[in-house]
């Protein structure tokens, strides 16, 4: 059996850059800051690359749900080495659970067997579409893996969680989240970054695919968190000692030598 | 409004992240109910019946719950969803495994990681990396959410709540358990502890990070926690890394050994009652997020201190 990989990749703010709120309350300020592809979906693609020069995968596709501008995105992610791109192109900002069904949409069209992405994406933080994904499929799921063992249409996945590492045996079709220590994404060589500009890349209209994509969750207000208040420097292990005493955070046991 | 908690368990012994969810519940108000499947786990749903404010533990005791199978446990929610306003969870890793399932299942948006509970379907998120705080209003008629457990206070003890045997859920495994490699510690979890000590990459070696931190964390009764860098180095295993991708804690004191403190590891602690922080760099990140912060070198100060406790 063939096995088609599809890699959802998001572009967001770079991991680096500090976002600031826009004073009009409209959120982050990202008009002029730098943009990436999501890490975590990075290291989901490099993997899913990496299976298809083994020779345990045939194709790649990288899905990106979003502005114009993820056509950036998606070239990096067919430098990096997918097959092929598509972009499912809408200016509004799409939740989870959309991003999912719109998901769930193409795996059905594609016949695509396995799906790896990113545990979360850095900007939002839900942790949800992978597990959202694999409910609607109806599909087996392994949540921030370390490790991935593909054969005979099992995937051997290890995962990270509270507890330690946990692996698990997850038939295909499955769908599998990467945490950060799955690999270490490869950077795009010149030559491939020029190949990629003849890889194919579809754009198609969000309404294409007939999805309500309405928000479920009102976002009611956007603000800074409370500043900490500027520290004290202590000047040495027995000033720190007293203060954290004073300050009943350690038992005050013994006398300080 | 009638609300369902999923407990979250390691090692036959109920989470202390379940107590701080079952707050949230009572800020929300209503009926709350506890869920708590495994195999052999009659013991922690008798803890979670002493848990103040519950009203009914279910218990579904059985061999295919063994090792919280995520596909299995979200039938097993949506099958009891019909009788609940709200579903909620601590945001442990077999919750975010779990819940998001269950609210795809439902057509339900999840509400992730909340931290404050301001009205019956209005809560407070944290987005990027923790820079700053989403307000929003969950519109779906049931709510799926997850909790920072460490955003909300213990619930305390002292309920007798009624506990009831429930039938599993018919269904493919659709995936199966192989191994753990479970680490094992008598040190309190780092998601519930009072005091947590973290290394970093300057601890420079697995053998001084156990020689420095572990008697310091010991002396003070902490959890262990570590940087991003410090996991990458193997100086200790990767459930401990305090971040935005990794452990979210807030303890009352939270001393940050050898670690400069960026965006993702502040994250991961800067709710934190008391920061002190223990670095070379005086101009280091976490230096100027500390309330307290001692310019040394960990070497010598880290068993300086732990001496002295």
């Not at chain 1, 300020?29 to 890490?39: L, Q, R, T, V, W």
């Not at chain 1, 040495?236 to 000692?241: A, E, F, G, Y």
């Not at chain 2, 199978?69 to 949506?78: F, K, S």
């Not at chain 2, 799926?144 to 009624?162: E, H, I, W």
Request: net charge negative; hydrophobic share 45%; proline share 6%.
């Amino acid at each position: 059996m063939s096995l088609k990989i599809i890699v959802p990749v998001k572009r967001v703010v770079e991991a680096s850059v500090r976002i600031r709120l826009r004073s009009d309350g409209g959120g982050p300020d990202i008009a002029n800051a730098k943009m990436a592809m999501n890490p975590f979906d990075e290291i989901a693609l490099e993997e899913a690359v990496r299976l298809r020069e083994q020779g345990l995968a045939d194709e790649v596709l990288a899905v990106s749900i979003g502005p114009q501008a993820a056509q950036e995105t998606l070239r990096t992610a067919l430098a990096l080495g997918a097959d092929r791109a598509v972009l499912v192109e809408t200016g509004a900002a799409i939740e989870p659970l959309a991003i999912a069904r719109i998901l769930a949409a193409i795996v059905a069209e594609e016949g695509a067997h396995l799906v790896l992405m990113g545990k979360l994406s850095i900007d939002e933080d839900n942790n949800q579409t992978g597990p959202m994904l694999a409910g609607l499929l109806g599909w087996g799921q392994a949540n921030c893996a370390s490790n991935i063992a593909l054969s005979q249409n099992t995937a051997r996945v290890t995962c990270e969680t509270d507890a330690g590492l946990e692996t698990r045996d997850v038939p295909l079709p499955a769908v599998i989240t990467a945490d950060l220590r799955l690999n270490e994404p490869r950077y795009p060589s010149l030559p491939n970054i020029m190949k990629a500009k003849k890889k194919p890349l579809e754009t198609r209209p969000l309404d294409a695919f007939g999805i309500d994509t309405s928000p479920r969750l009102r976002r009611m207000e956007i603000r800074e968190p409370p500043e900490r208040q500027a520290g004290l420097v202590v000047e040495s292990v027995d000033d720190l000692i007293a203060r954290l005493r004073e300050a009943d955070l350690i038992p005050s046991g013994r006398a300080v030598q | 409004m009638t609300i369902l908690v999923l407990a979250d368990h390691h090692d036959g012994m109920l989470a202390g992240t379940v107590s701080r969810v079952v707050t949230a519940a009572r800020e929300i108000g209503g009926t709350i109910d506890i869920l708590v499947a495994g195999h052999d786990c009659g013991a922690i749903a008798a803890a979670a019946a002493e848990i103040a404010g519950v009203n009914r533990v279910f218990c579904a005791d059985d061999p295919r719950y063994e090792h919280g199978p995520a596909e299995r446990i979200a039938d097993l929610l949506v099958s009891l969803a019909p009788g609940y306003d709200v579903l909620m969870a601590p945001a442990s890793s077999a919750a975010k495994a779990i819940m998001p399932r269950v609210a795809a299942m439902l057509d339900v948006m999840q509400v992730s990681e909340i931290v404050a509970v301001r009205g019956p379907d209005r809560f407070d998120r944290r987005i990027y990396a923790g820079n700053a705080i989403l307000t929003v209003e969950a519109q779906d008629s049931c709510k799926v959410l997850t909790v920072r457990a460490s955003a909300f206070a213990d619930a305390g003890r002292g309920a007798a709540a009624p506990i009831e045997p429930i039938a599993p859920i018919e269904g493919p495994a659709l995936s199966s358990f192989v191994s753990l490699e479970a680490s094992r510690s008598d040190r309190p979890d780092l998601a519930t502890a009072r005091v947590v000590v973290s290394g970093g990459r300057a601890l420079r070696s697995k053998e001084s990070f156990a020689e420095l931190i572990l008697p310091l964390a010991d002396r003070l009764e902490a959890a262990v926690g570590a940087s991003r860098a410090a996991v990458d180095a193997s100086f200790v295993g990767n459930d401990v890394q305090v971040g935005q991708t990794g452990r979210i804690v807030a303890p009352d004191l939270y001393i940050a050994c050898g670690i400069s403190g960026a965006i993702q590891h502040l994250a991961g602690m800067k709710d934190s009652r008391v920061i002190v922080a223990i670095n070379t760099d005086a101009q280091a990140p976490i230096m100027r997020l500390a309330d307290f912060a001692l310019v040394a070198d960990i070497f010598e100060a880290l068993p300086e201190l732990t001496r002295k406790l």
